[in-house]
């Protein structure tokens, strides 16, 4: 079974800092890691995802990610927030598993942005 | 294009009551899932449909839950005897197919289930 752990249910930085947003994960096979962005009364909007092709992986709104396999983990940054960042992010798992690639998320890290 | 689409936004019901969820993927899209996210917290697999096959629904909390995808299309989660612990957000995911290249699904807005 897979699982994902997110470091920091709340993370406050101020506008214009870095954003770093901790995940790791646990799995038996090589597996897919993604980051999903939750504004308010909304649903999930895929912002990056890791297919086993480069570990540096770049996404929309200028966020990136980088898969470390020797430290299981796939930690979100952007060199510099802006106060729309100010959200709920969730990193979720996937594997391959003949077309069913359930999600397990992680419980999520709520982003607050200081003016 | 559209995108996923789920109704009601918004249910309100009163324990005991029976309740149906309605996603309509997108047009095409082989795979769909339905998670159950309680508040403040993560989603959580429900099930999963390949077409109208449900192959996976090891994720339904009770056998009070029921989901369908009759035409391998539209798709219907019901609740049974609804309970207070059924209160959530349910969201709905299709994607192309499964190829193993970790899709991960587009989402719907979800349906708000609140049990009174």
């Known amino acids: 079974a897979q699982s994902v752990t997110q470091l920091g249910s709340h993370v406050s930085v101020s506008e214009g800092a870095l954003v770093l947003l901790r995940c790791n994960y646990s799995?038996?096979?090589?597996?897919?890691l993604f980051w999903y962005v939750q504004y308010p009364n909304q649903g999930l909007q895929l912002l990056l995802k890791y297919t086993s092709a480069a570990t540096l992986v770049k996404g929309i709104n200028g966020f990136e990610a980088e898969f470390k396999k020797s430290e299981t983990s796939f930690h979100l940054t952007k060199p510099s927030a802006h106060m729309s960042d100010a959200a709920e992010y969730f990193c979720a798992v996937s594997i391959s598993n003949f077309g069913n690639e359930k999600l397990t998320f992680g419980t999520g890290t709520r982003l607050t942005i200081i003016p | 294009g559209a995108g996923v689409s789920q109704s009601p936004r918004y249910k309100v019901a009163k324990r005991g009551q029976d309740v149906a969820l309605r996603c309509d993927p997108i047009?095409?899209?082989?795979?769909l899932f339905w998670y159950q996210q309680a508040l403040g917290q993560g989603p959580e697999f429900l099930t999963y449909f390949q077409n109208e096959a449900q192959l996976d629904k090891s994720g339904l909390p009770s056998d009070r839950f029921f989901a369908e995808r009759p035409e391998g299309s539209v798709s219907t989660l019901k609740i049974q005897r609804t309970q207070q612990e059924d209160s959530a957000v349910y969201l709905c995911a299709s994607s192309l197919e499964g190829t193993g290249l970790g899709l991960g699904g587009d989402f719907g807005p979800g349906t708000r289930l609140t049990v009174t």
């Open positions: 047009s095409g899209h082989v795979s």
């Open positions: 799995s038996s096979v090589p597996p897919y």
